[in-house]
C-alpha cells in the first residue's frame, strides 16, 4: 500500500518462498503415505521395518496415526507418485539454500518464557521440530539482494521466460504438475489425511489448490499469494517507508516486525523503550491448537500470557497497544466444522458456539488483562481481523494510522 517500488522488487524473492510452501507441503504427504503403507507392511509382515524413509521435518500430525479403521488400499499408483516426486526433496532443500538460510529449528520454552524479554533465564530447550525461517540478520535480505538483479524478469514475461529455463526449482515444480495434482486430488490420499484429523487447507502457506496457477515455468506471485505464504520470522526485521498518502502523508514510519515463536521473543525488550505503538496479532482461531514450540502450550493461552506481559511491561506505559483479534476467517471456517469451543476452553460454558459470541468473549478476556495489569489505565484498541482480506485489513490500518497520530499529537500537546 505505501511502498509500491520496495514491494515490486520484492515480489521475486517471494515465488522462492511460495515455491517452497507448496513443496514442503507435497513432501510431508508423501511421506504421510509412506508412513501408512510402511505401517501396513509391518502389521502384515511383523517383522519388517515400520518405517522406510519418514523425513525428520514433517509435520507431526501427518505422520504416525496407523488405525484401527478400515485398512486404505494403496495401489502402484502411489508407489510411482512417491518415485516420481522423489526429486521434490532436492527442490526443498535447493530453495532454502536459495532463499539464504537452512531450516531453523523451534524449540520449546517452559510456560514461565512465554514472555523472556521480562526475565533472565535462557528458554529451556527440549523438543524440536522445523519450520522454514527468515532470518533479519542473514538470509531474506542477502537473498532479496541476489532477487534485484532480476527483478526486471517480473515486469517483461519475455526475458524471464529465458532465465526461468535456468531455474532448475520452477523446472522441477512445473514438470511434476500433474503427478502432484495427482497426489492431492487422489481419494486413498485425501482418506489419510481425514482420518488423521489434519486440515491442511487451513494450514499456513497452503498453496495445493492453487498447483494448476503455481507449477508454471512462468509464474508470478500475486499478492494474494504473498500474503498467504508462511515464512516464519526470526529476530526482528525493521523497515522505514515514508506514506505516500493518507492523513500521515510524507512523514517516515518505522516498523519492527517481531518473530512471534518464543525463543524470538528476547529479541522485543530493545525496541520497546520508544515505541509509539505496538500491534498485538492474537490468532483467536487457535484456541484449540498448540504452539509448534512446545506441544503442551494451547496457542490462545500463550497469547494471554505474552498480553498479559506486554500490558504489565513498565517501559511500554507510555505505548499505544492495539489488538488485533485475527484469523476470524479460520474461526467462522472451524466453528461452522462443528468444532466446539467449550471442549478447549472449558471456562467459555454453554454460550454460543459462534463466531460473534466467540469473538466477544475472547475479547472480554484481553480486556480484562489490559485493565487489570497496566501500570496505569490506558484505552482498549481492538479490531476483529482476517489480514488475508487485505482490503478490509488496508480499512483496519487506516483507522490505526489515524489512532497513532492522535495519540501522538495528543502527547505533543501535553509537552
Ligand atoms: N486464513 C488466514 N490466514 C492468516 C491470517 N493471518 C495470517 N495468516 C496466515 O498465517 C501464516 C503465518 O503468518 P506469518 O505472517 O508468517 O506469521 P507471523 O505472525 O509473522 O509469525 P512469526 O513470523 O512466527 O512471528 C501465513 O501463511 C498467513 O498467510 C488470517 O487472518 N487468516
Ligand atoms: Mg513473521
Redesign the pocket.
Known amino acids: 500500500m505505501h511502498a509500491r517500488r520496495e514491494w515490486s522488487e520484492e515480489r521475486l524473492a517471494w515465488r522462492s518462498v511460495i515455491q517452497l510452501n507448496l513443496v514442503r507441503m507435497v513432501n510431508q504427504i508423501v511421506d504421510a503415505v509412506s508412513n501408512e503403507i510402511s505401517a501396513q507392511a509391518a502389521q502384515t509382515y511383523p517383522d519388517s521395518p515400520t518405517s522406510d524413509d519418514e523425513s525428520e521435518g514433517a509435520t507431526p500430525a501427518l505422520l504416525n496415526v496407523t488405525n484401527s479403521k478400515r485398512k486404505l488400499k494403496f495401489s502402484e499408483k502411489h508407489r510411482v507418485l512417491r518415485l516420481r516426486l522423489g526429486p521434490l526433496r532436492t527442490v526443498e532443500s535447493d530453495l532454502q539454500r536459495k532463499l539464504g538460510t537452512e531450516a531453523t529449528e523451534l524449540y520449546s520454552t517452559d510456560v514461565d518464557t512465554a514472555a523472556p524479554f521480562e526475565d533472565d533465564h535462557p528458554p529451556i530447550r527440549t523438543k524440536k521440530s522445523k519450520e522454514f525461517a527468515v532470518n533479519s540478520s542473514n538470509g531474506w535480505k542477502t537473498a532479496l539482494g541476489r532477487f534485484r538483479s532480476l527483478v526486471h524478469q517480473v515486469d517483461s514475461p519475455e526475458q524471464r521466460t529465458s532465465r526461468d529455463a535456468d531455474d532448475d526449482a520452477t523446472n522441477i515444480i512445473a514438470s511434476l504438475r500433474e503427478d502432484i495434482v495427482s497426489l492431492w486430488e487422489d481419494p486413498v490420499v485425501k482418506e489419510l489425511l481425514h482420518r488423521r484429523k489434519t486440515r491442511i487447507e487451513?494450514s499456513?502457506?497452503f498453496f495445493l489448490n492453487d498447483i494448476d496457477r503455481i507449477a508454471r515455468l512462468r509464474y508470478g506471485p500475486t499478492d494474494h499469494d504473498i500474503?498467504?505464504?508462511?515464512?516464519?520470522?526470526v529476530g526482528v526485521q525493521e523497515y522505514r517507508m515514508t506514506f505516500e498518502h493518507g492523513p500521515t502523508a510524507g512523514q517516515e514510519w518505522w516498523f519492527f516486525?517481531?518473530?512471534?515463536?518464543r525463543s524470538?521473543r528476547t529479541a522485543w525488550y530493545p525496541f520497546f523503550d520508544d515505541a509509539d505503538a505496538i500491534v498485538f496479532?492474537a490468532?483467536i482461531s487457535c484456541f484449540d491448537e498448540k504452539l509448534a514450540e512446545d506441544r503442551r502450550v494451547n496457542r490462545l493461552e500463550d497469547s494471554y500470557l505474552l498480553w498479559r506481559s506486554v500490558c504489565s511491561c513498565k517501559l511500554l506505559t507510555r505505548t499505544q497497544l492495539i489488538v488485533f483479534l485475527?484469523?476470524?476467517?479460520?474461526l467462522q471456517a472451524k466453528l461452522t466444522r462443528g468444532v466446539r469451543i467449550k471442549d478447549h476452553v472449558p471456562s467459555y460454558g454453554d454460550r454460543r458456539n459462534d463466531v460473534i459470541t466467540a469473538t466477544r468473549y475472547f475479547q472480554q478476556h484481553f480486556k480484562e488483562i489490559s485493565k487489570t495489569c497496566s501500570p496505569v489505565p490506558r484505552p482498549f484498541f481492538v479490531h476483529h481481523?482476517?489480514?488475508?482480506?487485505t482490503k478490509s485489513t488496508a480499512i483496519t490500518l487506516g483507522a490505526v494510522e489515524e489512532s497513532i497520530l492522535r495519540d501522538h499529537l495528543r502527547r505533543a500537546d501535553l509537552m
Open positions: 487451513d499456513p502457506g500474503i498467504r505464504a508462511r515464512l516464519r520470522t516486525d517481531v518473530g512471534g515463536t524470538s496479532l490468532p485475527n484469523k476470524c476467517d479460520l481481523t482476517s489480514v488475508i482480506d
